[in-house]
């Protein structure tokens, strides 16, 4: 893909702006798509990866892989949405390489989740959860997505999404209850 | 229905069961240890958002792109291989001339007498030259019009039209070096042309950009 200098993109552009001129290559666009996610996208990998620079590298491997991808991009989701998805695909493939060279998880060496305050309890709590009910919680709970947002990023009906963040909830308070006995 | 204690978890499901279930937390300490708990994970949860700054994670991203993006280098940066292919091409047609210009009496080896248009005539390489020095004029007074742009470029895209603008030049001084070597070279010519066009297209655009920011 041609690369352009910044053109002509107004200050605050729709996302439909936004995703044309990011097919146009536009370094400018990608700037702004990086600028409007990447706070969200950093907290999102690291609440997967669990160490701030496996996080940067996730979403840097995300972006490069928006940038390359991006001209296929039809826009039968919103922008956002390609780009988390994608996110939480680099997420995965790191856990993926992680298992395969038998790493563990950045060291984390929690007491009892009741002995805690209830924010480390909560991070030991989480690690308990499985994939999709972490991920619901961590996109809804923690990030602030809305369930439309959730649901089209993890291609599922929205009642599905309200399902598992209640199971997330419900297991949450449980182990929570549990270890605080 | 009598609210008990196991209906909680089936409340926080279903909203239309919440005051039965508020009406029963009233009374129960545990459910109500409970669903504060149930509060509590949510209004912990949005502590959970970790924020740091990563000032150069958007350059790594960025370098990233360029590197990986070499794109076809614009024919103004593409003039020595240009002007090799030109020379080799030049060679081949020219020896099978000079042979036969060679083996030619004199009055009839005049440049373009054997209507060989890659060689000029005297006249038409007068025209050629005029031309030149007309065009050579009008996009020097673009370049006096664009000179405070390019002195502090304000912009990336104005840095690069002036790096841009200083290739032109110079491929434009080395081609006419060659075509004072060989004036009546057409390809020389041609390459000269296509150089001030790209120059003139160049300050064109960059001033027409300029104004409308």
């Given at each position: 893909?041609?690369?352009?200098?910044?053109?002509?993109?107004?200050?605050?552009?729709?996302?439909?702006?936004?995703?044309d001129e990011c097919r146009r290559g536009n370094l400018r666009a990608f700037e702004m798509l990086y600028q409007q996610h990447a706070s969200r996208m950093k907290s999102l990998a690291f609440r997967m990866l669990g160490s701030r620079a496996d996080a940067e590298d996730a979403v840097q491997e995300a972006f490069l892989k928006v940038h390359k991808a991006v001209r296929g991009f039809e826009g039968q989701s919103s922008l956002a949405t390609w780009v988390y998805r994608i996110l939480l695909n680099c997420c995965y493939d790191a856990l993926r390489r992680r298992e395969r060279l038998a790493e563990t998880a950045p060291a984390r060496d929690f007491p009892a989740p009741g002995k805690l305050p209830l924010k480390?309890?909560?991070?030991?709590?989480?690690?308990?959860?499985?994939?999709?009910?972490r991920i619901v919680f961590l996109m809804f709970e923690v990030e602030g997505l809305k369930h439309s947002e959730i649901a089209a990023?993890?291609?599922?009906?929205?009642?599905?999404c309200r399902s598992w963040l209640f199971e997330a909830k419900s297991q949450l308070k449980r182990i929570l209850t549990e270890t605080a006995r | 229905m009598k609210f008990e204690c196991g209906d909680l978890e089936q409340a926080l499901r279903t909203p239309e069961l919440m005051p039965e279930a508020r009406e029963h937390l009233r009374f129960c300490a545990e459910c109500r240890r409970?669903?504060?708990?149930?509060?509590?994970?949510?209004?912990?949860?949005?502590?959970?958002?970790?924020?740091?700054e990563t000032p150069e994670l958007w350059g790594r991203i960025r370098s990233t792109i360029e590197a990986g993006i070499q794109p076809a280098p614009p024919v103004w940066k593409r003039w020595p291989v240009l002007a090799i292919a030109a020379a080799i091409l030049l060679a081949l047609i020219a020896t099978p001339l000079l042979w036969q210009r060679a083996h030619t009496p004199a009055s009839h080896a005049q440049p373009g007498a054997n209507g060989d248009d890659d060689f000029l005539t005297e006249q038409a390489?007068?025209?050629?030259?005029?031309?030149?020095?007309?065009?050579?004029?009008?996009?020097?007074?673009?370049?006096?019009l664009a000179?405070?742009?390019?002195?502090?470029?304000?912009?990336p895209y104005v840095a690069n039209e002036q790096e841009k603008l200083l290739a032109i030049?110079?491929?434009?001084?080395e081609t006419r070096a060659n075509v004072k070597l060989n004036r009546f070279n057409v390809h020389l010519q041609t390459t000269l042309a296509d150089l001030y066009?790209?120059?003139?297209?160049?300050?064109?655009?960059?001033?027409?950009?300029?104004?409308k920011n």
């Open positions: 893909m041609p690369l352009r200098f910044p053109g002509a993109l107004p200050e605050h552009p729709t996302e439909a702006q936004l995703a480390l309890a909560l991070e030991r709590a989480l690690a308990m959860l499985n994939d999709r009910q990023i993890l291609e599922v009906p929205e009642g599905t | 409970e669903y504060q708990l149930w509060l509590q994970i949510s209004s912990t949860a949005r502590s959970l958002h970790e924020e740091w390489l007068a025209e050629v030259e005029k031309n030149e020095a007309a065009y050579r004029q009008s996009i020097d007074k673009l370049s006096r000179e405070a742009k390019l002195k502090k470029p304000a912009s030049d110079s491929a434009i001084d066009r790209e120059k003139q297209q160049t300050l064109e655009e960059l001033l027409s950009r300029e104004q």
